[in-house]
Each structure stands twice: as C-alpha cells, then as structure tokens.
C-alpha cells in the first residue's frame, strides 16, 4: 500500500474512532444533564465547558510546539480515558450530582474540540498539497459513519444499558484510537517547522517596538497572509456565536417536550444517527464533485442563508410544535455543515504557510471558538431567563449577516490563491483580496 494511501486510511480510522467516542459522549451528557438538572442549568454547563475547553486548547498548543504531533495525541488520548474511567467510578455512586454530571457535559465538549483540532492539523499536514477536495471529504467521512453505528446502538440500548455501560465502551473506544495511532504520520513539532521553501516563503513580520512599528510596514504579501487569517478567524467567531445559540434553544426546546431521560437519550442519538446517514450520503455521493466543481463559496454562504430562513419563520410563529420542528431542522443543517461546510473550512486553511496555519488552527479550533462560546453562555446564563424565544432568535439572526459577507470574502480570497497543481510551494500564494 502506498504511503498516501495509508496515511488516507489511518487519518480516516482515527476520525471514526475519535468520533465515536464523543457520539457517545455527546448524547450521554445532554440527555443525562438535561434530565437531571433541568434546561435552566444549561448555560452553567456551557461556561464551565468552554472555559475548560480554552485551557486544554491552551496547554494542548503549548504540548504540540514541543513535541512531535503523534506524542501529544496519545497523551490526549491517554488523559481522556483517565477522565472518563474517573466519571465512570464516581457516577455509579451519586447519579444526581450536578458537579459529575456537569463534568460529563464538559469531558464530550473537551473531546470534540480536541478531535478537531487534531483531525483538521493531520489532515492538513498530509494533504495541503492536494488540487482535490476529496481527501478532506473521506477523513471526514469517518465522523458521520461514527455517528450512525454508535446513534443506532444508543437509540437501541438507551433503556437497556445503564449510564456507566456507556462509558465503559466509550473506555474501550479510547484505547483502541491509542493502539492506532502507532500509524500517524509522524510529523516534527510546529518549532521544528518554522520555513518553507525559500522560493515561496512569505515575509512574516517581526515583533517590533511601537516606534519602530509606526515607522515600518508589512509587505504585500505578508499583509495579505494576515488579513486572510483574520477574516477566517472573525468568520468562525460570527459562525460559533449564531450556531451556540441556536443549539441552547434547540436543547431547551428539546427538555420541554421530553422530559424523560430515555426519551431524551434515545431522541438526541436518532437525530444524530439520522442526521450522519444523511452526511454520509452526500460526502459519498456528491461532495467532492460539488467542492471541486463549484469551490468552497456555495456551502460557506448556504448555511448562514439557510439558517436565517429558519429564524424569520421561527419569529413568525411561536407555536411549540413548529418551533421544536423548526429547530430540529435547523440542527439538521448539521448535514450541509458536517458534509461540505466543514470540509470547505478544513480545506481554506491550506493556502496558508505550514507554520501560520497550524498556529490559526489552534486558534481558532483551541480558542476562538471556546471563547465566543463563553461569552454566549455568560450572556445566556444572566440574559435567558429575562429575554423572550423572539429576543434570543433576532440575536443570532443579526450575526448571520456578518457570518456570510465574512464566508462571501473568504470564499473569493480562497480561490484567487488556490494552487493551480501539485507543487505545495505554489499554494503557499495568496493573492490581494
């Protein structure tokens, strides 16, 4: 088997592994959280989450400047199955404590955003040369394939197995993922790999004293790496603002009509496993060719678009059950976002220098991201029980302009710099917006 091909295969196992894992995770938490303490402790959650989800972010880039890649994900690897071994001991023995039961929400929020961050920097690594999107498309098919076995063994088994029995496997999913990383494209510490090729190297500027810095300028070139960065990260932050609020309505929504925890559990692993059969179909079927056809401007702009269709008819009527149909849909955009929306993201990072662009990875994925997060859930956690369903729906609505003039730019400034073949260097050009 040819090196590519395996380096294809493994990053696609490691997807599956890893995502299964936070499936489980995922569904467990919410459903048991929700069940348990009730909808209106969520926004307590949702800080406690992102603030530890910024210091793992925060101590997992400092490990991966020190340290070869394949070292830092078995740690990570290592360390969430310790936490959950822990959950799983302590839970059996008080099943109501909001503290347990708050850290199980937390450990499947710290699992997506560490599957991420890895996910998306390996499969960079490996493939930024690439012309074609299909690479990017089939790493992240593991996700949804994940999605589907494990949504259809918890819809299932939801009031047969025990809480603990969930983690257990969750254990044993773990150390499978450890075993396979022994396949990981090894890959030098980001320290190790500060160059390129001097004939396309583009100028990073140097930490000058404010005088000097008055006096000098960036250079075209490295003015443009630093706006395309920016935009990537101010787009992210107007995506995660709007789709963390829509989440919170959809759960709160989801609490008020299923209030038992069965009921929620098996409700939040179909609606997953649905929606990853779903993913799987079009990254399988036409994700590649619409990527490469069309480039990553149509799905960056239709999901903010098709968000805001949702919203204007959520304000419009307020009956239950259109507004729990209403955002169901609206979490089923997950389809468009997992299937080519992410891709396209995973993809707009390739024309940015190795060394900047696993830097904007981490801070977007590690801090960006947990930190606008944050800001939503301390809004909602003094702001929610004051502000009516129609308050909370124009809020996110209003970020959904910026999101897709920000998703219209990037999108362009991607296809202008885009490499033109093979040659990694020549990706490493962007143009002028």
Same mark, same amino acid.
């Given at each position: 088997?040819?090196?590519?091909?395996?380096?294809?295969?493994?990053?696609?196992?490691?997807?599956?592994?890893?995502?299964?894992?936070?499936?489980?995770?995922?569904?467990?938490?919410?459903?048991?959280?929700?069940?348990?303490?009730?909808?209106?402790?969520?926004?307590?959650?949702?800080?406690?989450?992102?603030?530890?989800?910024?210091?793992?972010?925060?101590?997992?880039? #400092?490990?991966?400047?020190?340290? $070869?890649?394949?070292?830092?994900?078995?740690?990570?690897?290592?360390?969430?199955?310790? =936490?959950?071994?822990?959950?799983?001991?302590?839970?059996?023995?008080?099943?109501?404590?909001?503290?347990?039961?708050?850290?199980?929400? &937390?450990?499947?929020?710290?699992?997506?955003? &560490?599957?991420?961050?890895?996910?998306?920097?390996?499969?960079?690594?490996?493939?930024?040369?690439?012309?074609?999107?299909?690479?990017?498309? #089939? =790493?992240?098919?593991?996700? $949804?394939?994940?999605?589907?076995?494990?949504?259809?063994?918890?819809?299932?088994?939801?009031?047969?197995?025990?809480?603990?029995?969930?983690?257990?496997?969750?254990?044993?999913?773990?150390?499978?993922?450890?075993? %396979?990383?022994?396949?990981?494209?090894?890959?030098?510490?980001?320290?190790?790999?500060?160059?390129?090729?001097?004939?396309?190297?583009?100028? +990073?500027?140097?930490? #000058?004293?404010?005088?000097?810095?008055?006096?000098?300028?960036?250079? $075209?070139?490295?003015?443009?790496?630093?706006?395309?960065?920016?935009?990537?990260?101010?787009?992210?932050?107007?995506? =995660?603002?709007?789709?963390?609020?829509?989440?919170?309505?959809?759960?709160?929504?989801?609490?008020?009509?299923?209030?038992?925890?069965?009921?929620?559990?098996?409700?939040?692993?179909?609606?997953?496993?649905?929606?990853?059969?779903?993913?799987?179909?079009?990254?399988?079927?036409?994700?590649?060719?619409?990527?490469? +056809?069309?480039?990553?401007?149509?799905?960056?702009?239709?999901?903010?678009?098709?968000?805001?269709?949702?919203?204007?008819?959520? #304000?419009?009527?307020?009956?239950?059950?259109?507004?729990?149909?209403?955002?169901?849909?609206?979490?089923?955009?997950?389809?468009?976002?997992?299937?080519?929306?992410?891709?396209?993201?995973?993809? !707009?990072? !390739?024309?940015?220098?190795?060394?900047?662009?696993?830097?904007?990875?981490?801070?977007?994925?590690?801090?960006?991201?947990?930190?606008?997060?944050?800001?939503?859930?301390?809004?909602?956690?003094?702001?929610?029980? +004051?502000?009516?369903?129609?308050?909370?729906?124009?809020?996110? %609505?209003?970020?959904?302009?910026?999101?897709?003039? %920000?998703?219209?730019?990037?999108?362009?400034?991607?296809?202008?710099?885009?490499?033109?073949?093979?040659?990694?260097?020549?990706?490493?050009?962007?143009?002028?917006?």
């Amino acid at each position: 088997m040819t090196q590519p091909r395996q380096t294809l295969f493994t990053l696609c196992g490691f997807t599956f592994l890893t995502s299964a894992t936070y499936s489980v995770a995922r569904a467990l938490g919410v459903s048991l959280f929700i069940a348990r303490m009730g909808s209106g402790a969520l926004p307590v959650a949702l800080v406690a989450s992102a603030v530890t989800v910024i210091a793992v972010s925060a101590v997992t880039h #400092l490990i991966n400047q020190r340290f $070869p890649a394949r070292f830092s994900v078995i740690g990570s690897w290592i360390g969430l199955a310790s =936490v959950t071994a822990w959950l799983t001991a302590m839970i059996s023995v008080e099943h109501h404590s909001l503290v347990l039961l708050g850290a199980l929400y &937390v450990i499947a929020e710290v699992r997506g955003c &560490v599957n991420t961050i890895y996910a998306t920097t390996l499969v960079n690594n490996a493939f930024a040369s690439s012309t074609s999107k299909r690479p990017f498309v #089939l =790493v992240a098919a593991g996700a $949804p394939i994940a999605g589907i076995a494990m949504g259809a063994a918890m819809g299932y088994g939801a009031s047969v197995l025990e809480d603990t029995t969930w983690l257990k496997i969750i254990i044993g999913l773990d150390a499978a993922t450890i075993v %396979l990383l022994r396949w990981i494209p090894h890959v030098p510490a980001l320290k190790e790999r500060s160059t390129v090729a001097p004939h396309s190297r583009l100028e +990073r500027p140097q930490r #000058l004293s404010p005088p000097n810095t008055r006096s000098m300028k960036r250079s $075209p070139a490295s003015q443009s790496v630093y706006r395309y960065r920016y935009g990537l990260v101010s787009l992210i932050a107007f995506n =995660v603002f709007a789709v963390t609020m829509v989440d919170y309505q959809w759960k709160v929504i989801a609490g008020e009509h299923l209030l038992l925890e069965d009921k929620l559990l098996t409700y939040f692993a179909g609606f997953y496993a649905i929606n990853d059969i779903l993913i799987v179909l079009v990254q399988f079927t036409v994700a590649t060719k619409l990527l490469d +056809r069309y480039g990553i401007g149509m799905p960056l702009c239709a999901y903010p678009l098709l968000l805001s269709v949702l919203g204007l008819i959520a #304000l419009i009527n307020q009956s239950p059950t259109v507004l729990i149909l209403l955002f169901t849909l609206g979490q089923g955009l997950t389809v468009l976002k997992r299937s080519l929306y992410e891709p396209s993201m995973t993809s !707009a990072y !390739a024309i940015l220098p190795p060394n900047i662009r696993n830097e904007t990875i981490l801070l977007i994925k590690g801090v960006v991201k947990p930190s606008i997060e944050a800001l939503v859930a301390v809004g909602l956690l003094f702001l929610a029980s +004051r502000m009516t369903p129609n308050q909370i729906t124009s809020t996110w %609505l209003a970020a959904l302009i910026p999101w897709f003039l %920000l998703s219209s730019w990037v999108s362009n400034t991607y296809e202008k710099g885009a490499p033109a073949d093979n040659d990694a260097s020549d990706q490493l050009k962007l143009s002028e917006p």
